[in-house]
């Protein structure tokens, strides 16, 4: 059974930083991009990031690629988006998604590149 399980979410205060994790199992890791999208109250849901397991490559969109670093750790089919100086608006429920065989500039922030699906796991900031 295919699994990504989002984790890390919180309460923070403005300025705060965070440490998403995605872990998944059911599938291999190493053969896949994970996407990491977020959604906030009201909106649609957007792409926010994605790396690509087998070679680390790496994308951003342009309004978090200052504050939003993502990784993985291939040994733990794990992977993570670091979030600083968080903002308002970054309060949103955030998903990590797969997507095979890699991340690529062209499709990373489509939903529909990407085969599995977590249930996200909520950031709230606050002043």
């Known amino acids: 059974e295919v699994q990504l399980v989002e984790s890390g979410g919180a309460l923070v205060q403005i300025g705060g930083s965070l440490k998403l994790s995605c872990t998944t199992s059911g599938f291999r890791f190493t053969h896949y991009g994970i996407g990491w999208f977020r959604q906030a109250p009201g909106k649609v849901r957007e792409a926010v990031s994605c790396?690509?397991?087998?070679?680390?490559?790496?994308f951003y969109v342009d309004s978090v690629k200052d504050r939003f670093t993502v990784s993985s750790d291939n040994a733990k089919n794990t992977a993570y988006l670091q979030i600083s100086d968080l903002k308002p608006e970054d309060t949103a429920n955030y998903y990590c998604?797969?997507?095979?065989?890699?991340?690529?500039?062209?499709?990373?922030?489509?939903?529909?590149?990407?085969?599995?699906w977590g249930r996200g796991t909520q950031v709230t900031v606050s002043s």
């Open positions: 790396i690509s397991t087998t070679d680390g490559s790496t």
């Open positions: 998604a797969a997507g095979t065989p890699k991340c690529f500039k062209e499709s990373f922030f489509h939903e529909w590149w990407y085969n599995y």
